[in-house]
C-alpha cells in the first residue's frame, strides 16, 4: 500500500470541479455507491456542493435481508430530509447475496479488513462503474473509506482500476479526514440514524460477537 494522501488529492480536484461548474452552468454528475445512511451522511453533505448524486444502495452482503432493508430504507429517509446545494437521487441496488458469497469463495476464514473485504469492496465498486459508464456520469466513487475500519489504499486502488476497465472516473477519496468520520456521527445523531455495529456480512457479525463476548 502506498501513502498517498486521498483527501488532498480531492480537495485538489474538487477546486477544479467547481471552477468546470460555474463555466458549465450545471452541476458534474457522481454515482456514489454508499454501503449504509450513517457512512452516507457525511460525505452526501460534503459532496452536494459539488455534484449532481445519485445515491446507490447496492451492498450482496449484508445478512438477513431484514438488516439489508432496514439499512436501504433509513439511507432513502436521510436523502429525503437533506437541504443539498443540489439534487440527490437514490436508486436501489438488486439484492441478491450469492454475488457476494460468490465473490468470496474461498476467503471464509480471513479476518475482517484482508482480503475476504478487499473482494467486496471491488464487488460493489465495479457495480457502482458499471452503472455510471453505462449513464454518462462524470465520476463514481464509494462511501466505504470513510469507516476507520476500511483501507482507504486499497478502495483507491480499486477505483483506479475500474476507471481503466470502464471508461468513467473514479473520485478519489479518504472521506475519514478533516474530521468527515465525527461529523457522519454527529448527522447520525440530528437524524436519528439507526447505526449497525457490524459491516454487514456473517462473517463481521460473527466476529463482533465474539469479541463481545
Same mark, same amino acid.
Given at each position: ?11 485538489a ?17 457522481? !454515482? ?17 456542493d ?18 439489508y ?10 436523502i ?22 460468490d ?17 467486496c469492496y471491488?464487488?460493489r465498486?465495479?457495480e ?22 476500511k483501507n ?22 479518504? !472521506? ?38
Amino acid at each position: 500500500m502506498n501513502n498517498v494522501n486521498y483527501q488532498k488529492l480531492l480537495d485538489a480536484l474538487l477546486e477544479q470541479i467547481k471552477e468546470e461548474n460555474e463555466r458549465s452552468g450545471r452541476p458534474a454528475t457522481l !454515482f456514489l455507491h454508499s454501503c449504509c445512511a450513517p457512512c452516507s451522511s457525511y460525505v452526501l453533505e460534503y459532496l452536494s456542493d459539488y455534484f449532481e448524486i445519485t445515491d446507490f444502495f447496492y451492498n450482496p452482503n449484508i445478512e438477513p435481508e431484514e438488516e439489508y432493508r432496514h439499512r436501504e430504507a433509513e439511507l432513502e429517509r436521510l436523502i429525503g430530509e437533506m437541504h443539498p446545494a443540489y439534487p440527490i437521487h437514490f436508486r436501489a441496488g438488486r439484492y441478491d447475496p450469492s454475488e457476494y458469497y460468490d465473490a468470496v469463495r474461498g476467503l471464509e476464514r480471513i479476518r475482517e479488513g484482508g482480503e475476504r473485504c478487499f473482494a467486496c469492496y471491488r464487488l460493489r465498486m465495479e457495480e457502482a462503474a458499471r452503472h455510471a459508464a453505462d449513464g454518462g456520469y462524470d465520476y463514481f466513487t464509494t462511501t466505504l473509506s470513510i469507516s476507520p475500519l476500511k483501507n482507504a489504499a486499497k478502495i483507491n486502488e480499486i477505483g483506479r482500476e475500474l476507471e481503466e476497465t470502464y471508461g468513467v472516473k473514479h473520485l478519489p477519496s479518504d !472521506f475519514k479526514k478533516k474530521g468527515g468520520y465525527q461529523r457522519s456521527i454527529e448527522l447520525s445523531k440530528e437524524h436519528s440514524l439507526y447505526r449497525q455495529n457490524f459491516c454487514g456480512c456473517v462473517f463481521s457479525k460473527r466476529e463482533r460477537e465474539e469479541e463481545e463476548r
